[in-house]
């Protein structure tokens, strides 16, 4: 079964500072991945995903992740973060491209931005 | 504007009792989930349904159920059998096809077991 492990789960940072947050998962032969992002008191909304191609992949609100494969990792970065950046951040994974797409989330980190 | 409502927002229930929580979608999506939300745990699957009067269970069914008898609706009823209830829950749907893990995810419901 699939599987995901973020790092960290509180990565507090300064605004107009750089992040990471890190995501690593279980190999697989086929693998896609997300980053989702959960506002307080809300559901999730997707940042970004890969699928296949390029290994880096741009998302929503200037974030950025890469893919990669011999390390098992799917890293979330943005250069330059925004009070407003603050809320929780799950990485995804699935085996699947059609049908139910069930998910496999990790824990969650929270990031938050102190001015 | 199209969405996933979920109702109630909080829910506060007394142990022994059963509770449905209501999830309805107004994006013509084939597929519904259910997860639950805990703190550092992330999101577990509880069931899912690719078709109207088919569901299937997820990773942590046990102590609850689900119907879909419509497509845009499908409740989860939290049963007394489910041993740790307090928790927040997370209703989602999505396309079958041409969109992969791209879930539409409702606001939630919390629920307090008193």
């Known amino acids: 079964a699939q599987s995901v492990t973020q790092l960290d789960s509180q990565v507090p940072v300064f605004e107009e500072a750089p992040v990471e947050l890190r995501c690593n998962y279980s190999s697989s032969v086929s693998v896609y991945l997300f980053w989702y992002v959960q506002y307080p008191n809300q559901g999730l909304q997707l940042l970004l995903k890969y699928l296949s191609g390029s290994t880096l992949v741009k998302g929503i609100n200037g974030f950025e992740a890469e893919f990669n494969k011999s390390q098992t990792s799917f890293h979330l970065r943005k250069p330059s973060v925004h009070i407003s950046d603050t809320a929780e951040y799950f990485c995804a994974v699935s085996d699947e491209i059609q049908g139910a797409q069930k998910l496999v989330f990790g824990q969650g980190t929270r990031l938050t931005i102190n001015p | 504007d199209g969405g996933i409502t979920q109702s109630p927002k909080y829910l506060f229930r007394k142990e022994g009792q059963n509770v449905t929580l209501s999830c309805e979608q107004n994006?013509?999506?084939?597929?519904m989930y259910w997860y639950r939300q805990d703190p550092g745990q992330g999101l577990r699957l509880i069931y899912y349904s690719q078709i109207v009067n088919d569901f299937q269970k997820g990773d942590i069914a046990e102590g609850y159920s689900v119907s879909r008898e419509k497509k845009e609706s499908f409740p989860l009823t939290v049963t007394s059998a489910q041993k740790n209830p307090t928790a927040f829950y997370l209703c989602?749907?999505?396309?079958?096809?041409?969109?992969?893990?791209?879930?539409?995810f409702g606001e939630g419901s919390r629920l307090t077991v008193l």
């Open positions: 989602a749907s999505s396309v079958t096809w041409g969109a992969p893990g791209e879930l539409f």
């Open positions: 994006l013509n999506h084939d597929a």
